[in-house]
């Protein structure tokens, strides 16, 4: 059964610092990995879809990398903002089937 | 811009109610989902549905019914709330593999 884990649970930053989210999955056989921000009690948004035979993504200050092997993707923030304080969710397609598996997500905090 | 609607923010049920949950998305996508996300658990896949009439069971379809008869709606039912129903419920779309959410709601039972 797919696990996936987000490590740390929550992380507070001051403005300016560049900082990277993880994202761990138990089983390497994935079609692909996509993280999502959701503000408080609202929906989800998606920010970056890696295939599996891709090694990253970017878009903006954003980039998602994805190590199959090891069974981690880190997204990387550069040059944090407030407006970037957010829960980050990652989830991982096992099969193509869109039945996506998410992490619980990490907290982030980005402080003024 | 997609859209992807929920019928209502938040919802106040009694045990044994039967609850409608509607989710409407206007972009002609073919998949849609729904979810339940509760804190510690996270979020888990109820039901899901690739076609209109056509639904799969998630992870998690017990106390859960679902209903698709045109393709832009897709309704979760409860058909007997529980007070372990009580969470938030997030609605997805998708055309293929970039799942689109709606703004979810937050159903308690009392």
């Known amino acids: 059964k797919q696990e996936v884990t987000q490590i740390p649970a929550a992380l507070s930053v001051p403005e300016g610092e560049n900082l990277v989210l993880n994202c761990s999955f138990t089983?390497?056989?994935?079609?692909?990995l996509q993280w999502f921000r959701q503000d408080p009690g609202k929906g989800l948004t998606s920010l970056l879809l890696?295939?599996?035979?891709?090694r990253e993504q970017t878009s903006g200050r954003l980039n998602a990398s994805l190590d199959k092997s090891s069974g981690r993707s880190t997204l990387y923030i550069a040059a944090s903002q407030p407006g970037d304080s957010a829960t980050y969710l990652c989830?991982?397609?096992?099969?193509?089937?869109?039945?996506?598996?998410f992490g619980k997500g990490t907290k982030l905090t980005v402080n003024p | 811009d997609v859209k992807v609607t929920q019928s209502s923010r938040y919802l106040v049920k009694r045990t044994g109610e039967k609850v409608f949950l509607e989710c409407v998305q206007d972009?002609?996508?073919?998949?849609m989902f729904w979810y339940r996300q509760d804190p510690g658990l996270g979020l888990r896949l109820i039901y899901f549905?690739?076609?209109?009439?056509?639904?799969e069971k998630g992870d998690i379809p017990e106390g859960y019914s679902v209903s698709r008869e045109k393709k832009e709606r897709f309704s979760l039912i409860l058909e007997s709330a529980s007070t372990n129903q009580t969470s938030m419920y997030l609605c997805?779309?998708?055309?293929?593999?970039?799942?689109?959410f709606g703004p979810g709601t937050r159903l308690t039972v009392l």
């Open positions: 997805a779309s998708s055309p293929t593999h970039t799942q689109y």
């Open positions: 089983d390497s056989a994935i079609y692909n």
């Open positions: 890696i295939q599996s035979s891709q």
């Open positions: 989830a991982v397609d096992k099969g193509g089937s869109e039945k996506l598996v």
């Open positions: 972009m002609d996508h073919e998949n």
């Open positions: 549905s690739y076609d209109v009439k056509m639904k």
